[in-house]
């Protein structure tokens, strides 16, 4: 097998959307643009991003195209139906949802409830509405303390979140809870995801997440990218929530990492490590952090602070590795409400010995990235085009 590329690095810059998609309305979601939108909040200084070319995809307040751009640009539309962190990552290795999953905007109906407070032998559930995670804590965190009732919880997204206090609940119990419901949620029931959301803390004022979260994924179909490169004999080496949103599938190496930062030192470990095929990481905390809680400044400040570490990334590359950085949908945090938003998202790609200044224009799919790296690597999969032959 002859590759142009050693090892393809895909980082997704969890929710860092690049504007409204065409039926983004339909979604409720018209107008959205999470970058836009938070550069026309105050200058973002993204030097290295910028060089690379992430100004010339769509014009950025502040942020110029420049003439030579140092890496090759584009965006890519969201094809699946869904806007969700699981549609957007199962896209990129090549599975299509023409049905997304359901979702539950009144709360869960009472026969699930029911279901899961007979099977888990809990005394109930506080909440069961979309809510934020952060809020619904404070709201109803001292409740749960005293009646020992988990806080289940989803939002516009296909996820039943559990949410309690390590000390009332302990984590092995809670991730117990959680497998029950995972296994309850099937058929027209299942969603994308069961998430356990510990927390601690002593009263509503300083209630606060633990970085024990647990997801509890649908397993995606077995002809995706990610088994099929593991089936090829190459590396898949995961970071951050990448293989719990594959389910462990075709993972050869799961690098824990719970922050942008964790992701990112990962990365460079990955990279400094001796491997061929695919690192794929995740940095989460755009989107967690700054998208859902609609914090403008706090997600100008991640991109600033990943652009600042970006140097070291490309430091770590290989002469024969490519990097694409992307990402998974919109979360636009000038928007009203906490949910994500319907947008392209970018796609900037660089290597030391890639073609650089390409534009790779508007791709049809996020599966086009799954498609390029599958080609690298003389695979096919069902969903994406190639843009492997433009960089070479």
């Given at each position: 097998?002859?590759?142009?590329?050693?090892?393809?690095?895909?980082?997704?810059?969890?929710?860092?959307?690049?504007?409204?998609?065409?039926?983004?309305?339909?979604?409720?979601?018209?107008?959205?643009?999470?970058?836009?939108?938070?550069?026309?909040?105050?200058?973002?200084?993204?030097?290295?991003?910028?060089?690379?070319?992430?100004?010339?995809?769509?014009?950025?307040?502040?942020?110029?195209?420049?003439?030579?751009?140092?890496?090759?640009?584009?965006?890519?539309?969201?094809?699946?139906?869904g806007k969700d962190t699981t549609t957007g990552?199962?896209?990129?290795?090549?599975?299509?949802?023409?049905?997304?999953?359901?979702?539950?905007?009144?709360?869960?109906?009472?026969?699930?409830?029911?279901?899961?407070?007979?099977?888990?032998?809990?005394?109930?559930?506080?909440?069961?509405?979309?809510a934020s995670g952060t809020e619904i804590i404070?709201?109803?965190?001292?409740?749960?303390?005293?009646?020992?009732?988990?806080?289940?919880?989803?939002?516009?997204?296909?996820?039943?979140?559990?949410?309690?206090?390590?000390?009332?609940?302990?984590?092995?119990?809670?991730?117990?809870?959680?497998?029950?419901?995972?296994?309850?949620?099937?058929?027209?029931?299942?969603?994308?995801?069961?998430?356990?959301?510990?927390?601690?803390?002593?009263?509503?004022?300083?209630?606060?997440?633990?970085?024990?979260?647990?997801?509890?994924?649908?397993?995606?179909?077995?002809?995706?990218?990610?088994?099929?490169?593991?089936?090829?004999?190459?590396?898949?080496?995961?970071?951050?929530?990448?293989?719990?949103?594959?389910?462990?599938?075709?993972?050869?190496?799961?690098?824990?990492?719970?922050?942008?930062?964790q992701t990112i030192d990962q990365t460079i470990?990955?990279?400094?490590?001796?491997?061929?095929?695919?690192?794929?990481?995740?940095?989460?905390?755009?989107?967690?952090?700054?998208?859902?809680?609609?914090?403008?400044?706090?997600?100008?400040?991640?991109?600033?602070?990943?652009?600042?570490?970006?140097?070291?990334?490309?430091?770590?590359?290989?002469?024969?590795?490519?990097?694409?950085?992307?990402?998974?949908?919109?979360?636009?945090?000038?928007?009203?409400?906490?949910?994500?938003?319907?947008?392209?998202?970018?796609?900037?790609?660089?290597?030391?010995?890639?073609?650089?200044?390409?534009?790779?224009?508007?791709?049809?799919?996020?599966?086009?990235?799954?498609?390029?790296?599958?080609?690298?690597?003389?695979?096919?999969?069902?969903?994406?085009?190639?843009?492997?032959?433009?960089?070479?």
């Amino acid at each position: 097998m002859t590759t142009k590329f050693g090892r393809i690095c895909l980082m997704v810059l969890d929710s860092a959307g690049i504007g409204e998609m065409p039926d983004a309305a339909a979604w409720g979601d018209a107008g959205a643009h999470t970058l836009g939108h938070i550069f026309e909040s105050r200058r973002v200084n993204l030097p290295n991003l910028q060089a690379m070319g992430i100004g010339n995809i769509t014009p950025l307040k502040g942020l110029a195209a420049v003439e030579h751009p140092t890496g090759s640009f584009g965006k890519c539309t969201l094809k699946s139906d869904g806007k969700d962190t699981t549609t957007g990552h199962w896209e990129m290795a090549g599975i299509i949802l023409k049905t997304g999953f359901p979702t539950f905007p009144d709360g869960f109906p009472p026969r699930i409830i029911h279901e899961f407070v007979a099977k888990t032998s809990v005394p109930g559930v506080l909440g069961n509405y979309p809510a934020s995670g952060t809020e619904i804590i404070k709201e109803l965190g001292e409740e749960h303390i005293r009646t020992g009732k988990p806080i289940v919880y989803t939002s516009a997204d296909s996820v039943f979140q559990i949410a309690a206090h390590e000390y009332i609940v302990p984590i092995d119990r809670l991730y117990e809870i959680c497998e029950i419901a995972r296994n309850i949620l099937r058929g027209d029931d299942e969603v994308a995801r069961v998430i356990a959301r510990p927390f601690l803390g002593e009263n509503a004022a300083n209630f606060k997440r633990t970085e024990n979260r647990h997801d509890y994924a649908v397993p995606p179909p077995s002809d995706n990218l990610l088994p099929l490169l593991k089936n090829a004999g190459l590396d898949v080496v995961c970071i951050g929530k990448i293989a719990s949103i594959y389910n462990g599938m075709g993972v050869t190496q799961d690098l824990s990492a719970k922050n942008n930062e964790q992701t990112i030192d990962q990365t460079i470990n990955a990279l400094n490590a001796d491997s061929t095929g695919l690192i794929f990481s995740n940095l989460v905390d755009f989107d967690m952090l700054y998208g859902h809680r609609r914090d403008t400044e706090g997600y100008a400040k991640a991109l600033e602070h990943f652009d600042s570490r970006l140097p070291e990334i490309i430091d770590a590359l290989r002469a024969d590795d490519l990097l694409i950085m992307t990402a998974d949908h919109g979360n636009d945090p000038t928007k009203e409400g906490s949910d994500h938003t319907r947008e392209y998202v970018p796609l900037v790609v660089y290597g030391k010995s890639a073609k650089a200044g390409v534009n790779l224009g508007i791709r049809q799919s996020l599966s086009d990235i799954g498609q390029t790296v599958a080609e690298n690597f003389g695979l096919r999969i069902a969903d994406g085009v190639s843009f492997l032959q433009e960089l070479t």
